[in-house]
């Protein structure tokens, strides 16, 4: 069963829908943001109930260093009594636009984002390898659905999917997986109904269906129940989306 | 009654790691088929000069910059002389890349930060660098030299593969971006191939490779060479976006 989660994010909404279903299970989860105001953001989007079992983590002013994640990581697991789930939720960003707003930063970008993806999953594997259990999670947006208007960050996600396949072979002796958890179309909770999108949407499938961010958030469920055994892969969730891996 | 035209005559290619492997053997191909070649290498003068004479014996043009891609100061102005020099950039094979492998739970900040300022900012300088050049003239091709690493994954080598991987995100990014522009953007990714690379590689690991691919042997520089051409010149004139994978039938 599982009891404990680090949620690393970089946005209170992502942050509020990934962990709401881990709450839901009784699961502890630490979420790592930037700010107490993104901390204060968080709790006030969850229910009481489930805020209880959130436990908000500010490490803006740590840089990034192997020593320095580390230790926010043993921290935060000493605190959870283990760790269970590490999940790595980097922002989904427009790399297009990134790009073009500043074309001489676009590298440092990429790779800053890139190397707190191998720092924090570092800090988490040695963890997870000690107690030789233990899951980890990437989460990303499809870089397919740009034509749709959505963000897309093909650079960071590509890197990613070849990092969780690399570190999911290594780190399968001690029983931890590692997988990547990739969402299709979904939309604001302030769109009343998916029947405004259907007809944008149809290049994959004749008119889909299009969940709720919070609705589509619940397939992580499918990880949390099978995730145990399954490592190295990328889970899509959405319809009709083709792979993003070419 | 016409002649055979070479396909890349009256074109200029450049090659990043220029003088070993793919790269030495896309430069020597892509000079037999009639291209002027300019080439980056960091520091082997003596594969340099090697190269030099071996294009200069097939009457080839090849001009060699000694630098390093993750200085974009330096590629930029490389790139400027380039289009000074011959007046067009056609093609560019952004090839230069490094390894540092270790176990992820081991590797230090330096062996990731190395690989990946190698592998992919010192391809983002390279086609910042060219695409101006190649959007002026309304078309240009840019193949970028990734590997299954960034497609499937491997041990000791989360540095590489993410690397290798964001190369597959920026050729699909920069398709994406210049298609109007005229320009395309594909990538290859090599299996196992016979070079300076796999030095160092235990016979046991290449056993296990080999008996997980189909051909049952590695792969030359000659044969990815080929596709780097197919892939820049006309006849691929409606791929771009696309990874084109030479890796012998590998399994995993």
């Known amino acids: 069963m599982l009891k404990s989660a680090y949620l690393y994010a970089e946005d209170v909404a992502l942050a509020s829908e990934l962990c709401r279903p881990m709450l839901e299970r009784g699961m502890t989860v630490a979420v790592q943001l930037g700010d107490p105001a993104q901390a204060d953001r968080l709790l006030a989007e969850l229910p009481e109930e489930l805020g209880r079992s959130c436990m908000p983590v500010i490490a803006a002013d740590h840089p990034d260093s192997i020593d320095n994640i580390g230790e926010i990581v043993e921290r935060a697991s000493e605190s959870l009594q283990g760790l269970d789930v590490y999940i790595h939720a980097a922002s989904w960003e427009d790399e297009a636009s990134l790009l073009n707003k500043d074309p001489e930063g676009f590298g440092m970008h990429i790779e800053r984002r890139l190397r707190k993806l191998f720092l924090y999953c570092q800090a988490a594997g040695q963890i997870m390898v000690r107690l030789r259990k233990g899951q980890m999670i990437i989460p990303l947006l499809s870089d397919v659905l740009h034509a749709s208007g959505f963000p897309s960050s093909p650079v960071y996600n590509q890197a990613a999917i070849a990092f969780v396949r690399s570190l999911a072979k290594e780190l399968s002796p001690f029983s931890v997986t590692v997988n990547a958890l990739e969402f299709g179309y979904c939309r604001d909770?302030?769109?009343?109904?998916?029947?405004?999108?259907?007809?944008?949407?149809?290049?994959?499938a004749l008119r889909p269906h299009v969940p709720e961010f919070r609705e589509a958030a619940q397939g992580i469920g499918l990880l949390l129940d099978y995730g145990h055994a399954m490592s190295g892969q990328t889970i899509r969730l959405g319809i009709g989306i083709p792979s993003s891996t070419i | 009654m016409g002649g055979y035209a070479p396909a890349f005559a009256g074109q200029v290619a450049v090659v990043t790691g220029i003088t070993r492997g793919i790269g030495r053997a896309t430069a020597m191909k892509l000079l037999a088929q009639g291209a002027a070649v300019a080439g980056i290498y960091v520091s082997n003068d003596e594969a340099a000069m090697s190269l030099r004479e071996a294009a200069e014996s097939i009457g080839g043009r090849v001009r060699l910059?000694?630098?390093?891609?993750?200085?974009?100061?330096?590629?930029?102005?490389?790139?400027?002389?380039?289009?000074?020099?011959?007046?067009?950039?056609?093609?560019?094979?952004?090839?230069?890349?490094?390894?540092?492998?270790?176990?992820?739970?081991?590797?230090?900040?330096?062996?990731?930060?190395?690989?990946?300022?190698?592998?992919?900012?010192?391809?983002?300088?390279?086609?910042?660098?060219?695409?101006?050049?190649?959007?002026?003239?309304?078309?240009?091709?840019?193949?970028?030299?990734?590997?299954?690493?960034?497609?499937?994954?491997?041990?000791?080598?989360?540095?590489?593969?993410?690397?290798?991987?964001?190369?597959?995100?920026?050729?699909?990014?920069?398709?994406?971006?210049?298609?109007?522009?005229?320009?395309?953007?594909?990538?290859?990714?090599?299996?196992?191939?016979?070079?300076?690379?796999?030095t160092g590689l235990s016979e046991s690991k290449l056993e296990d490779f080999l008996q997980?691919?189909?051909v049952k042997r590695l792969g030359t520089a000659e044969e990815v060479a080929d596709a780097i051409l197919y892939l820049a010149d006309g006849r691929s004139a409606y791929a771009t976006g696309q990874v084109l994978k030479l890796d012998g039938g590998f399994l995993r």
């Open chain 2, 212 to 214: 997980h691919t189909l």
């Open chain 1, 189 to 204: 909770s302030d769109f009343p109904s998916s029947r405004q999108w259907r007809k944008q949407f149809e290049i994959f």
């Open chain 2, 65 to 198: 910059y000694k630098g390093s891609v993750d200085d974009p100061a330096f590629v930029r102005s490389m790139m400027e002389d380039v289009y000074t020099t011959f007046g067009r950039i056609d093609v560019l094979v952004n090839n230069a890349g490094r390894t540092q492998d270790q176990m992820a739970l081991l590797m230090t900040e330096e062996q990731w930060d190395a690989v990946i300022a190698a592998n992919v900012k010192g391809v983002i300088h390279a086609s910042q660098a060219a695409i101006p050049y190649m959007a002026r003239q309304r078309s240009g091709c840019i193949v970028n030299v990734t590997s299954v690493s960034g497609l499937y994954g491997r041990e000791a080598q989360t540095n590489y593969a993410a690397s290798k991987g964001a190369l597959i995100g920026l050729t699909k990014l920069f398709a994406r971006l210049h298609a109007a522009d005229g320009i395309r953007v594909c990538a290859v990714a090599p299996g196992m191939i016979d070079t300076d690379m796999l």
